[in-house]
């Protein structure tokens, strides 16, 4: 793959596989496991390339296992790759050379890197004494990334006192305490609510929007994607099935729309096979899927033929077409 | 936070073995046979309380324990070698103990008066300086089994294959001199003896060939060093990452 000096992070013909034993159950089971070990290879990511831009903010896809983790953990040089390449800034992950890992954070769910008795500030002055930030810098940086994360007395309790939202506002703020312009989440925003979730993903928007950092990011949580993720890579069984603009995954995906109508009286099915496939029917709201070259037309006869008091176009969610996808295990 | 305050108190006295040890042997009036009487041994084992108070190392323990909840992922991802963050974190620790170990010796001595004694500044030094290179070799072992982790994921079952030897060659027990010739030239050829041993003896004032303990000290340091780089470069290839 021809390095182009503009891309970032090259990723090109990138495989990992797990060395794994089962085991069967019982005592022989168990005899078996430890004399006679049957070991084999499983496919965790199978021969993906990318590349991506500084600046992007790219959304991994993915059901639980397809390997979409293992991927942002050797693009961050967590694990080494079984075999291809890795590019980042010029440097291979896996060496994790000081240069390198200055430029980049990692964030997993809530895998703490706070220490669990103290509170978060005393962590941040230790990452800022690792990180070589002078208090100065480091006191600058905390109450700037604080502010942006809506974060105050939460840095002076300690952690293990704190909601599990205040908990992951203040890991990210050590995770970002060195202005890492490389930024790896992995789910962000696992177990927070709505709320929480909300404000994890402003901040993120306006940490890319204020430094120009790149962030790849999963998430089980399709709202994160949406709201952050103008670019998406899906990948399925270890392997790339998508690599482009949300928009345009969810029109290859879903050529209808959703009309929602709500009626003046209620109406039988029969009445509305003629103009798309019903999704659902509930005594005066109908909700049918309608093909896009088709759309003008039926809200037009819908409107003619029935009593409407309300009428909703809408695509379908993002989530339930890529969800589908995935049980389908289809591949573009 | 009460009771972290009490947890620090218990954790410096969780050390007493070596007065367990000194209570058993002048009770049965056997020190005579290990060349010592019961004012030399009362030295030795209070020199070797102090002494194991800043030369113990549970670094296998907190690496297999962030190893396997995925908390070692984020140090790795640092410019800190994570092994120099558990170094800090015991460096701390032995400061934090610092004043239990002087309570505790001053308290001996109030129960044992007749086996007070000053060491002199070169043996303070030296003993201090021996204290140090025994945790730096103690760490070194630790970190190697610790670094098994990377292909066992429960590297605390082979801490066993040393805390046994541990336990009986440094002489936590009982003095080396104790131990018939043949033994004692076995166990001096392992790097047991210069962890409690070597250092107590320093500080007891009891007679000791310095110049050879410390290039033994020296020496084991300079083995295990390129020693755990290796292991640790070796195995974290094999890094997956797991409960993360």
């Given amino acids: ?332 | 936070m009460l009771e972290y305050r009490i947890e620090i108190a218990l954790w410096a006295l969780s050390g007493v073995l070596p007065f367990i040890m000194f209570s058993l042997w002048s009770q049965n009036d056997v020190g005579n046979s290990f060349g010592l009487n019961d004012i030399g041994l009362a030295r030795y084992f209070l020199s070797a309380f102090l002494v194991r108070q800043f030369s113990v190392v549970w670094v296998v323990f907190s690496f297999e324990e962030d190893s396997l909840s995925g908390r070692l992922s984020p140090y790795l991802l640092q410019p800190l070698h994570p092994l120099l963050r558990y170094v800090a974190a015991h460096l701390a620790e032995q400061a934090t103990r610092l004043p239990f170990a002087i309570a505790i010796a001053i308290t001996f001595f109030i129960l044992n008066p007749s086996s007070f004694w000053l060491p002199s500044l070169p043996q303070l030094f030296l003993a201090y300086l021996s204290t140090h290179f025994a945790f730096t070799i103690a760490f070194l072992l630790q970190s190697l089994v610790a670094a098994l982790c990377f292909w066992t994921e429960k590297s605390s079952a082979l801490e066993r294959l040393i805390f046994v030897p541990y336990l009986f060659l440094s002489g936590l027990l009982v003095p080396l001199s104790a131990f018939p010739s043949n033994v004692l030239k076995l166990a001096m050829l392992t790097p047991f003896p210069y962890l409690i041993n070597f250092p107590a003896k320093i500080l007891s004032g009891m007679p000791v060939d310095i110049f050879n303990g410390f290039l033994a000290q020296i020496l084991w340091i300079s083995i295990l060093v390129p020693s755990v780089k290796i292991l640790w470069k070796l195995g974290v290839k094999r890094y997956t990452a797991m409960g993360a």
């Avoid at chain 1, 002076?156 to 909601?163: A, C, E, G, I, N």
């Avoid at chain 1, 899906?234 to 050529?255: T, V």
């Avoid at chain 1, 819908?302 to 993002?318: A, K, Q, R, V």
């Fill in chain 1, 1 to 332: 793959m021809h390095n182009n000096p503009s891309d970032l992070i090259v990723v090109d013909q990138l495989s990992k596989y797990y060395r794994v034993a089962n085991k069967q159950p019982g005592f022989k089971g168990t005899l078996k496991h430890f004399f006679d070990r049957k070991t084999y290879d499983v496919p965790a990511v199978t021969d993906i390339s990318f590349k991506i831009s500084p600046g992007e903010v790219v959304g991994f896809l993915g059901a639980n296992g397809a390997g979409k983790t293992t991927l942002l953990k050797m693009m961050c040089g967590l694990i080494h790759p079984s075999s291809g390449l890795v590019d980042v800034g010029g440097f291979s992950p896996q060496r994790r050379q000081t240069a390198f890992l200055k430029q980049i954070t990692l964030v997993m769910g809530q895998k703490q890197q706070l220490i669990w008795d103290l509170p978060p500030m005393d962590s941040l002055y230790v990452n800022a004494a690792v990180y070589g930030l002078s208090d100065h810098e480091a006191k600058v940086r905390i109450n700037e990334l604080a502010e942006m994360l809506e974060l105050g007395e939460e840095l002076t309790r300690p952690v293990r006192k704190l909601s599990l939202g205040q908990r992951m506002k203040s890991e990210i703020l050590a995770a970002l305490l060195h202005k890492p312009s490389v930024l790896f989440l992995d789910e962000p925003t696992l177990g927070l609510d709505v709320n929480a979730q909300a404000r994890v993903r402003s901040f993120l928007s306006e940490y890319n929007k204020r430094t120009g950092a790149t962030i790849l990011l999963t998430s089980h949580y399709m709202a994160d994607i949406t709201a952050l993720c103008p670019r998406v890579i899906c990948i399925h069984k270890g392997k790339l099935f998508y690599d482009g603009d949300l928009d345009s995954l969810a029109n290859s995906l879903s050529p209808s729309r959703e009309v929602k109508v709500e009626l003046k009286n209620p109406c039988a099915s029969e009445q509305f096979k003629k103009y798309g496939a019903i999704q659902d029917l509930n005594d005066r709201f109908v909700c049918l899927l309608v093909s896009r070259d088709k759309l003008t037309d039926v809200v037009s006869n819908l409107l003619t033929d029935f009593d409407i008091i309300d009428l909703e176009i809408s695509d379908p969610p993002i989530d339930q077409l890529i969800g589908e996808l995935f049980i389908k295990g289809e591949v573009n």
